[in-house]
């Protein structure tokens, strides 16, 4: 049984990423942190298109959490392989650094970039074994070019990209893609602070993003028809400039 783990799976664009993963016959692990009632949704959408899944409640950031119900849960299904991993959980924390709090920075920092180590390291274990596996990071538009109000989130995800590279050329040899995708303004919770009227005259398609279009690439990066890309970085932006 081949499965995918989307980490932030109950809302936004990691439940589109699931649906998506859902329709390429994979079986979905579900992580949230705290929204049983949302991922429960996510799980009856995937049981709407034909497949299943299981919801997998911890929080990306501690380490005891990941290692006692992800590592648990690998130990426990040894004759089922997790074969893509997205690390899409992540949160938005913005402030000026000059005020930004100690919380402000080291939460994001570690749900973001701790989250990917946690997780990544005890996941792409089972890959190398089965010398298969895809990983798709969800980073943004921010980590590559850097958006003021944003340091913690932006060099969050600027060191993902470069985790991304990095590990692409560990594992290439054994048959494992790593790759991220840059998102830009996408209609999730996470930017319903933010007005689409007072950006969009910034972005060439004239619009925010939809969490499916990311998922699109997403999902394509995790198939077998991008067998020959790895190390890259895929942006979804609707044509802003990076
Ligand atoms: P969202 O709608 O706010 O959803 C966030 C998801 O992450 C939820 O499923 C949430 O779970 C989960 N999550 C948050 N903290 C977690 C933790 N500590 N442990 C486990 N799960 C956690 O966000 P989104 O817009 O879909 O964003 C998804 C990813 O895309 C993020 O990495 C974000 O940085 C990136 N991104 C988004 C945009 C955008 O414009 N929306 C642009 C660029 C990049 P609960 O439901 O349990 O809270």
Redesign the pocket.
């Known amino acids: 049984m081949k499965y995918a783990l989307v ?8 439940r589109a990423v699931c649906l998506s993963l859902a329709e390429m016959g994979y079986k979905i692990l579900i ?5 049983v009632q ?1 991922a429960e949704k996510t799980l009856e959408l995937i049981r709407e298109k034909g497949s299943d899944g299981e919801l997998m409640q911890f ?3 501690k380490k005891q959490e990941v290692e006692s119900v992800l590592g648990a849960w690998i130990e426990k299904n040894e004759d089922k392989t997790i074969e893509v991993l997205v690390n ?4 938005r924390k913005d402030n000026l650094l000059m005020w930004m709090t100690e919380d402000e920075w080291h939460n994001v920092l570690d ?2 970039l701790n ?1 990917f180590y946690y997780i990544t390291r005890l996941v792409v274990k089972g890959m190398l074994v089965k010398k298969y596996g895809r990983i798709v990071n ?1 980073v ?2 921010s980590g590559i070019k850097g958006m003021p109000g944003q340091t913690n989130y932006s060099a969050s995800k600027a060191a993902i990209i470069g985790a991304t590279k990095a590990l692409a050329q560990e594992v290439g040899r054994r048959g494992v893609t790593v790759n991220a995708v840059a ?4 209609v ?4 319903k602070d933010i007005n689409e009227k007072d950006f969009k005259s910034l972005i060439p398609l004239a619009r925010f993003g939809t ?1 499916e279009e990311v998922a699109n690439v997403v999902s394509f990066l995790a198939s077998d028809k991008a067998s020959y890309i790895t190390g890259e970085v895929i942006s979804v932006n609707g044509g802003l400039y990076t």
């Open positions: 980490t932030g799976g109950s809302r936004g664009i990691g992580n949230f942190q705290s929204n949302e929080n990306v950031s899409n959980a992540g949160i749900i973001s989250g969800v943004s538009l998102p830009g303004f996408i999730t919770d996470m930017t969490a």
